[in-house]
């Protein structure tokens, strides 16, 4: 299983971005997908996740401001950030939890500048 993230960049203060995240190969029942973070010096924390059901869950820093959805392709989830503040600034990982195992994606920076 491969997943492929991407959306990251540079943006300012109060700008948004919109991560996305494909999984390929073969998945055995996907339970959820997500996305972690973790800024330099810092612990990886959980942004957002998606169940098969459709049921979400944030953590404490994205309530609000972030949006994660199903993508309309099998085994695709987006990661909508809006009011984006300068401790937002990690690097963003894609993760997919199946029957058997949890997979993670290489991450994509995002930085936010004042």
């Known amino acids: 299983v491969q997943l492929q993230a991407s959306g990251g960049g540079l943006v300012q203060a109060g700008g948004s971005l919109r991560l996305s995240c494909a999984a390929s190969g073969t998945m055995f029942n996907t339970n959820f997908m997500g996305w972690y973070r973790q800024a330099p010096g810092k612990q990886r924390e959980l942004v957002a996740d998606i169940d098969f059901r459709g049921d979400t869950r944030y953590g404490d820093s994205a309530k609000g401001r972030f949006t994660i959805s199903k993508g309309n392709a099998k085994d695709t989830v987006y990661l909508q950030m809006d009011n984006l503040k300068q401790e937002d600034t990690a690097v963003y990982s894609c993760?997919?939890?199946?029957?058997?195992?949890?997979?993670w994606g290489q991450g994509t920076l995002v930085t936010v500048s004042s």
């Open positions: 993760t997919l939890q199946d029957f058997y195992q949890q997979y």
